[in-house]
């Protein structure tokens, strides 16, 4: 396999890179920085922006697979920036694929595309994609993703890839989060503290990856389709947390605020935020109110069908080995 990894320097894409190393494949990577660790491996490194359609043509010259994992996440920022990394983005990195020959695209979606407000408890990919989107990210998201899915024919094979809360070492987004405001004590829990939620170690996230293109690249029964990716089976959120927290020496979560406290507090500080034009995240939103109160599981039988999907790393082991990780990063 000769394989581009879009975002190949970020958190999953440095893992499908090193898991597409470990099984011989030739590894490309676009990304806007410079990777020592990744060029110290001997991959062709790709500086540039996924908005120039011209550069993202001449990154995939001569690949027969790409990984299109960059995208621009959080829940707060311009429409406009979401719109031209994600949508414009994935626009030129599809058109890129037809033009240039590619035969196998797998994106990294998320499900967020399906999530607008409430629970979503054991639900599979049969549920529709929201009408509604409380943040720029899962709205531009679900067009990407809708576009390559739409991509696919007999000349490229397109699946999605939906891993949900991805954790373990090297983590640059939740897990520093979570640690930061649990150090300063900002972190309260949002509802009944009973919210079931997926989250995935991102080795398990990373091998959905490659199982698809496998699967693409022959019985193709993949083609056209997604697939939400989790640990198999769902853990209370704040449970989750407390136990995270336990093991680095952080008081648990004790402090809590009511959903419609949270969401309203969320509604008022986006609307000041807006207001004042103030870039930074604000502390609540009301997606994240909902995210941290409601329940959001899937059914991971298509993965398990489809791609033999299971999770090889198991919630406690991968727990392990994060402490494990934090605590070297501490010393």
């Not at 009408?131 to 094979?157: F, I, P, Q, S, W």
């Not at 056209?224 to 648990?252: C, H, T």
């Not at 991971?300 to 999770?311: F, S």
Request: net charge positive.
């Amino acid at each position: 396999m000769k394989a581009l990894v879009t975002g190949g320097g970020g958190f999953l894409g440095s893992v499908i890179v090193r898991q597409l190393l470990a099984k011989g494949a030739e590894v490309a990577v676009l990304g806007r920085q410079r990777y020592p660790e990744l060029e110290r491996l001997g991959i062709r490194l790709c500086r540039g922006d996924i908005r120039d359609r011209d550069f993202v043509r001449q990154a995939a010259q001569g690949v027969d697979t790409v990984f299109h994992v960059a995208a621009k996440a959080g829940i707060w920022g311009s429409r406009e920036e979401f719109a031209a990394i994600n949508v414009i983005g994935t626009e030129n990195v599809v058109r890129t694929c037809l033009e240039n020959g590619v035969a196998t695209l797998v994106y990294t979606s998320t499900p967020s595309v399906v999530f607008s407000h409430g629970d979503l408890a054991g639900v599979d990919e049969r549920i529709p994609y929201a009408r509604r989107y409380l943040c720029h990210y899962a709205a531009t998201k679900a067009v990407a993703e809708e576009m390559v899915l739409a991509a696919d024919c007999g000349n490229l094979r397109t699946c999605a890839i939906r891993p949900h809360l991805i954790w373990g070492p090297g983590d640059p987004h939740l897990i520093p989060r979570l640690l930061d405001r649990g150090r300063r004590g900002q972190l309260k829990q949002v509802g009944d503290g009973r919210n079931l939620v997926d989250i995935t170690y991102v080795d398990n996230a990373a091998e959905a990856h490659l199982l698809a293109a496998a699967n693409l690249k022959t019985i193709a029964s993949a083609a056209g389709r997604a697939y939400f990716i989790s640990q198999g089976e769902p853990v209370n959120l704040w449970d989750w947390i407390n136990e995270l927290f336990r093991r680095v020496g952080i008081p648990p979560v004790r402090q809590q605020v009511g959903f419609r406290t949270a969401y309203l507090a969320g509604a008022l500080l986006e609307g000041m935020y807006h207001l004042l034009g103030r870039a930074e995240e604000p502390r609540m939103s009301r997606f994240l109110a909902e995210q941290l109160a409601s329940s959001h599981w899937f059914s991971m039988a298509r993965a398990a069908n489809e791609l033999g999907y299971a999770p090889r790393v198991s919630t406690a082991e991968g727990m392990d080995r994060l402490i494990a990780w934090l605590r070297r990063m501490n010393h």
